[in-house]
């Protein structure tokens, strides 16, 4: 399955690496800077991908890894996964309940591994373990919305990445600049990311995500 696509930053960034106000990164944002976007917290962890591939019982379809239907993997497909992260996956994800939930269809799910170990702040998270929590789900050539993407998490028992608010870009940028409290304590959230209610695309066919840090202040 294909690695996940890049996430605009909203803004141009100075010589220091900070956001310039006002400078936006993409004319969409520019354009499309007074709707509301979705704005969900962004987790400071390391991509995850859990792919599914079924097969029947007369044909071994082999995935880009030669493992056959259920694999899992991080950002890109040289990416190291802890070990303590993937023995987490394996007790979230099996074959039999991705056949439940999937049964004749091909989908990569996109996440975060988050928790102790896992990036500076990952005791914040979990402070004696790791988790998975899944932000999006592509089936074929269609990324899910995310009515549909919340109705899988349940079906699979895992988290979904919290929406925190709807809003437009500046009102995210200046939410973000003074600083967002996480939804899982009492720490500085990494930031937010910012999906239209509907999927749209860039002129280039890009997905048209963006983000916004802590940090770009």
Known sequence: MKEYHKIET????????????????????????????????????????????????????????????????????????????????????????????????????????????????????????????????KIGEWWLERESIEDIAIKLNIKVVPIIAHGNLNEAIETTRLGIQSTFGNFKAEGIVLKPPVTLFTRKGERLVGKIKTKDF
């Open 10 to 137: 909203l803004l141009d960034r100075n010589e220091k690496f900070k956001v310039i106000l006002g400078k936006w990164r993409l004319p969409e944002f520019e354009y499309l800077k007074d709707n509301k976007w979705v704005w969900t917290e962004k987790i400071d962890g390391t991509n995850i991908r859990v792919m599914w591939n079924p097969v029947s019982s007369d044909t071994i379809k082999l995935d880009e890894y030669g493992l056959s239907e259920l694999t899992f993997g991080g950002k890109t497909n040289d990416a190291q996964m802890p070990p303590f992260l993937l023995k987490r996956l394996h007790e979230l994800f099996n074959i039999d309940k991705m056949r439940e939930v999937f049964p004749a269809t091909s989908v990569c799910l996109y996440g975060e591994g988050y928790g102790a170990k896992i990036q500076k702040g990952g005791g914040n998270y979990i402070s004696n373990g790791c988790d998975f929590i899944l932000f999006d789900i």
